[in-house]
T-cell receptor, first 110, second 118 residues
Framework: DAKTTQPPSMDCAEGRAANLPCNHS???????VYWYRQIHSQGPQYIIH???NNETNEMASLIITEDRKSSTLILPHATLRDTAVYYCIVSGGSNYKLTFGKGTLLTVNP | GAVVSQHPSRVICKSGTSVKIECRSLDFQATTMFWYRQFPKKSLMLMATSNEGSKATYEQGVEKDKFLINHASLTLSTLTVTSAHPEDSSFYIC??????????????FGPGTRLTVT
């Protein structure tokens, strides 16, 4: 699987948009970008995934650059409950395993 | 939709005993299930991948005779930690993936099982 690079931590004010970056410069053509988050002592929660087009669902938006070497997860209106570790993972093709890195600890402040 | 449950949520056992953890996909059929382990302040580490009706594939360094995995149906996988020792104390998390092999689909995770071996 391609490796990803994320900042270890970020802060965001409640109600503001949270933009979480991820670099995946070695991504292969058939690999998807997945985002998960883990709130303390819980199982990870699926957020969104995409291949090359931008994606949006009820939780977030995923913006993938044209060269697919980086992406940004956007939480449009962050709440205190969005405080979690966010993982950006690339996976796909014949290998659909998820390899978790250290992720980004997003802290939403009141 | 896409709910995965685990049972039990917490278990304490004595050293040398075996513990079974169940993982169920409640509203979809999971062709593949995964088992992870997470130590405090660390990220999730994949232990094994199981496909319904076939033997599990273990990651390097994971003892298949110690961590027995059974995926007997499309909605149930079990992980048995045999002869547990204190160093096996960890947070065990399963995930389930619908869809066909070779096509990427998201995985849905269970809430995790906290195992403490005394």
């Amino acid at each position: 699987d391609a490796k990803t690079t994320q900042p270890p931590s970020m802060d965001c004010a409640e109600g503001r948009a949270a933009n979480l970056p991820c670099n995946h410069s070695t991504i292969s053509g058939n690999e998807y970008v997945y985002w998960y988050r883990q709130i303390h002592s819980q199982g990870p929660q699926y957020i969104i995934h995409g291949l090359k087009n931008n994606e949006t669902n009820e939780m977030a938006s995923l913006i993938i650059t044209e060269d697919r070497k980086s992406s940004t997860l956007i939480l449009p209106h962050a709440t205190l409950r969005d405080t979690a570790v966010y993982y950006c993972i690339v996976s796909g093709g014949s290998n659909y395993k998820l390899t978790f890195g250290k992720g980004t600890l997003l802290t939403v402040n009141p | 939709g896409a709910v995965v449950s685990q049972h039990p949520s917490r278990v304490i056992c004595k050293s040398g005993t075996s513990v079974k953890i169940e993982c169920r996909s409640l509203d979809f059929q999971a062709t593949t299930m995964f088992w992870y382990r997470q130590f405090p302040k660390k990220s999730l580490m994949l232990m094994a991948t199981s496909n319904e009706g076939s033997k599990a594939t273990y990651e390097q360094g994971v003892e298949k005779d110690k961590f027995l995995i059974n995926h007997a149906s499309l909605t149930l996988s079990t992980l048995t930690v045999t002869s547990a020792h204190p160093e096996d104390s960890s947070f065990y998390i399963c995930s389930a993936r619908p869809g066909l092999a070779g096509v990427s689909y998201e995985q849905y995770f269970g809430p995790g099982t906290r195992l403490t071996v005394t």
